[in-house]
């Protein structure tokens, strides 16, 4: 995308003050003819670029010009504008920072890159949550938010299923899965433990006054792969071996869990002359998979464990009672 190329070429620039356009070229890894344009287009749209010939010379920028967008790419630029979840930043009391952050992106960027980041803006938007999910009610995301940034230990009211227990955490990362928001944080009590809470669950939290150090290496993303596949694992305990019609392996994944589904579409046995194929999906129980595989009505057969088969058989007879014509 050239307005990516641009701003690093820009970002390239004041970080070397000044370069060869082969120099360039190697670094962008683009032709010195590219380099050229580019140098031309920044030009036009402002920026104080002058080139030298000779042995020394090169591609420079006004000694003492700074562009104001540090570290900042033009998908990043876009970002801001596209990033497309108001209610996300609201939730997280971000709303004002990110208005601020894309009044002053406008105002610096050149005229070429400004126009890019309102198309993407313009054409592209975030819907956190699936459907059918009504978003979760989390009262204290604000402030559990402020204390994971300002590195801020809380005591916190968790409501567990009917009662509510009193926790001091140290509240480490905030990841937004499927419109539901979890903490992960250690507890004042067992430090070496990393735990994860729901925030929608967080009845009340208080800062304690203490700042944590954070336990070093800790990698929020590493950590809730780790998390959500353990989780995982935990849930779904069992397999079950069923043969899906054609529209029965599409509708899967809408009436199982997700990526369970995907692994057992992945890795269905071949189709039949009808289409039909084998598939393991790994499940919670025969009885929560029983009820899911309803949803599916004649394109599924279950195959093992018999009870799963046993099920499906008296749902269906149930069903064809119940709605038989009168």
């Known amino acids: 995308m050239r307005a990516s190329r641009l701003v690093t070429l820009l970002f390239t620039l004041q970080r070397l003050r000044g370069a060869t356009a082969a120099e360039l070229a190697r670094e962008l890894e683009v032709s010195e003819r590219t380099i050229y344009r580019d140098v031309a287009a920044l030009s036009a749209a402002g920026v104080p670029l002058f080139t030298e010939a000779g042995r020394g010379g090169g591609i420079r920028l006004v000694d003492g010009w700074r562009t104001r967008l540090d570290g900042l790419t033009a998908q990043e630029a876009a970002a801001l504008f596209a990033v497309g979840a108001p209610q996300v930043l609201a939730e997280l009391g971000m709303s004002a920072a990110l208005a601020g952050a894309q009044a002053k992106l406008l105002a610096t960027l050149p005229a070429e890159l400004r126009e ?35 590195q801020q230990q809380l005591r916190i009211s968790y409501r567990r299923r009917a009662d509510h227990v009193e926790r001091t955490i140290d509240p480490l990362g905030l990841v937004l899965k499927a419109g539901t928001w979890y903490l992960a944080a250690r507890s004042a009590r067992s430090p070496d433990v990393v735990l994860t809470y729901r925030v929608d ?49 599409t509708l899967l994944p809408h009436v199982a869990d997700p990526d369970a589904a995907v692994r057992a579409v992945a890795h269905a046995g071949p189709a039949d002359a009808e289409g039909w194929r084998a598939v393991e999906l790994d499940v919670e129980d025969v009885v929560v998979a029983a009820s899911q595989l309803t949803g599916l009505g004649g394109e599924v057969e279950a195959l093992d464990p018999p009870e799963l088969r046993t099920a499906l058989a008296a749902a269906g007879a149930a069903l064809a009672a119940r709605n038989a014509p009168k």
Do not use: K, Y
Not at 121 to 149: K, N, S
Not at 208 to 237: C, H, I, V
């Open 116 to 150: 890019h980041a309102r198309t993407v803006a313009e054409r592209f938007h975030l819907d956190a949550p699936g459907w059918f999910h009504t978003p979760q009610q989390v009262t204290q995301l604000a402030a559990v938010a402020e204390a994971v940034w300002e």
């Open 201 to 249: 669950r967080i009845a009340a939290a208080e800062s304690t006054g203490e700042r944590f150090t954070r336990p070093d290496g800790f990698d929020l993303a590493d950590w809730w792969a780790d998390a959500a596949n353990r989780f995982e694992a935990q849930m779904l305990r069992e397999t079950v071996q069923l043969r899906l019609g054609p529209r029965g392996m």
